[in-house]
């Protein structure tokens, strides 16, 4: 079935610093990705769409400077974490779409990154 | 997308059918509502959709009430595996790009 790659599994990194985190979609091309970010005991909030060949479209309340998105290819989409601070360390979940439907209708979910900020 | 309302936590002994329910009763007539689950520390995984009918799988089995207001997500008999945070999403299965809005899910324990 379709399978979404997402590295690193986990990052430490001192503040200040930038973190890229990569999202690929290994068996399939995806014109648009999903990220979302998921802080301990809460549930997955939505952070932008990202779409192929464009800019993503970020969420509201999410700063699109601080968490730059690229999507340069069908299959793979990332995300960077500039200027990190400690508030930023979370898990960070990317999801890609299959567009040939599949039998869950395409979404597929990385194995998330945890990001820590030190 | 509508919205929907879960229950904070579940028990459920292993073994046992563990039901867990679904509110959506802002659901449209062309949404579809889809079940995901989250073991800790992991991606969400798809376990089943359903428009109208009811629906079974090798996971599990979705009942959806007649008015679709409501569903309920059966696990015929669970294990200690499959201890995750259980997420109802209601949205247009038609949509390209359309997006996945988690809710805050239910948690469910199996115990020994």
């Known amino acids: 079935g379709a399978v979404v790659s997402q590295h690193p599994s986990w990052v430490i990194c001192k503040s200040g610093t930038s973190v890229k985190i990569e999202c690929r979609s290994l068996?399939?091309?995806?014109?648009?990705m999903f990220w979302y970010r998921q802080f301990p005991k809460q549930s997955l909030m939505l952070m932008a769409t990202?779409?192929?060949?464009?800019?993503?479209?970020?969420e509201q309340g999410v700063e699109k400077d601080k968490f730059l998105i690229n999507h340069a290819s069908l299959t793979l989409s990332t995300l960077t974490v500039t200027s990190a601070h400690p508030e930023d360390s979370s898990f960070y979940i990317c999801?890609?779409?299959?567009?040939?439907?599949?039998?869950?209708?395409?979404?597929?979910f990385g194995s998330g990154t945890r990001l820590t900020v030190v | 997308d509508a919205k929907t309302t879960q229950p904070p936590s579940m028990d459920c002994a292993e073994g046992r059918a563990a039901n867990l329910p679904c509110n959506h009763s802002?659901?449209?007539?062309?949404?579809?509502v889809y079940w995901y689950r989250q073991i800790h520390s992991q991606g969400p995984q798809y376990i089943i959709h359903?428009?109208?009918n009811n629906e079974t799988n090798e996971m599990a089995s979705l009942i959806i009430t007649e008015d679709r207001k409501s569903s309920t997500l059966i696990l015929p008999h669970a294990t200690l595996r499959d201890t995750a945070v259980y997420y109802c999403?209601?949205?247009?299965?038609?949509?390209?790009?359309?997006?996945?809005?988690f809710g805050q899910g239910t948690t469910l324990q199996v115990k020994p």
């Open positions: 999801s890609a779409r299959d567009p040939r439907g599949r039998g869950n209708y395409g979404y597929t």
């Open positions: 068996d399939f091309q995806a014109t648009t």
């Open positions: 990202s779409n192929e060949g464009s800019k993503a479209t970020y």
């Open positions: 802002t659901i449209s007539g062309n949404e579809y």
């Open positions: 359903g428009l109208k």
């Open positions: 999403i209601v949205r247009l299965s038609s949509s390209n790009t359309g997006k996945l809005i």
